[in-house]
């Protein structure tokens, strides 16, 4: 059995590397620390599964699914996210991903996961499976609209996530190591792709996909 582990943050990767070793231990683990590496890995070797950082460097939003199986046809993918699952899961999951689950989460469930998707199946929370039923109709049983988080680059979704928090531009900028003025060029395009005006309407929208 080969994993791929598509994630840059050294901590996370050992500790996904010490997961595997443990419960999987005659399994090969590989790993890349930007996406362009994952598709070169994988023009060399399959693998049984990919862990996927969706925030990943050189990230391509949810057309790293069909980038990924470009290289592998059916690959299994799991999102491994730090993101809010409630706002985040549902664009990748209908983009192609074969599950979601956050960082947060216990060992216990992410080893849940793995082998619900290694058993051909796909892996969700409960309420992520509740958000994934209510996006697609209402309480008449009318088809909604999709979620507008699916168009946001990797950049914007990462500034999204800090004004959630409540920070502020200049605290945004020292955070993602970026100018004032290129983290304002960031929220006007979240805006516009959002369809609101300032950050209490965003959040008030966001809300909707929880």
């Given amino acids: 059995m080969k994993f791929l582990c598509i994630e840059d943050h050294p901590l996370i990767l050992l500790g996904l590397k010490m997961v595997f070793a443990e419960f999987y231990p005659r399994a090969a683990v590989s790993h890349a620390e930007t996406f362009p590496n994952a598709l070169a890995v994988l023009e060399q070797e399959c693998f049984d599964l990919a862990v996927l950082d969706i925030d990943i460097p050189g990230g391509e939003n949810v057309r790293m699914m069909k980038m990924l199986r470009e290289r592998q046809a059916g690959l299994p993918i799991l999102?491994?996210?730090?993101?809010?699952?409630?706002?985040?899961?549902?664009?990748?999951?209908?983009?192609?991903?074969?599950?979601?689950?956050?960082?947060?989460?216990?060992?216990?469930?992410?080893?849940?996961?793995?082998?619900?998707?290694?058993d051909h199946g796909r892996y969700v929370s409960y309420d992520v499976q509740q958000i994934f039923l209510s996006s697609f109709t209402d309480m008449s049983g009318r088809t909604t609209g999709g979620n507008p988080i699916v168009t946001l680059s990797?950049?914007?979704?990462?500034?999204?996530?800090?004004?959630?928090?409540?920070?502020?531009?200049?605290?945004?900028?020292a955070i993602m190591n970026l100018k004032e003025n290129t983290i304002s060029t960031y929220k006007r395009r979240i805006?516009?792709?959002?369809?609101?005006?300032?950050?209490?309407?965003?959040?008030k929208k966001i809300a909707l996909f929880r």
């Fill in 79 to 118: 999102i491994h996210s730090a993101f809010d699952e409630k706002v985040y899961a549902l664009p990748y999951l209908q983009a192609g991903a074969d599950g979601f689950i956050s960082k947060q989460a216990p060992q216990e469930e992410f080893l849940n996961a793995v082998q619900a998707i290694l």
């Fill in 154 to 173: 990797p950049r914007e979704r990462r500034v999204m996530q800090l004004m959630t928090e409540g920070k502020w531009t200049k605290e945004i900028a």
């Fill in 191 to 203: 805006y516009d792709k959002m369809e609101v005006k300032d950050p209490i309407e965003l959040s």
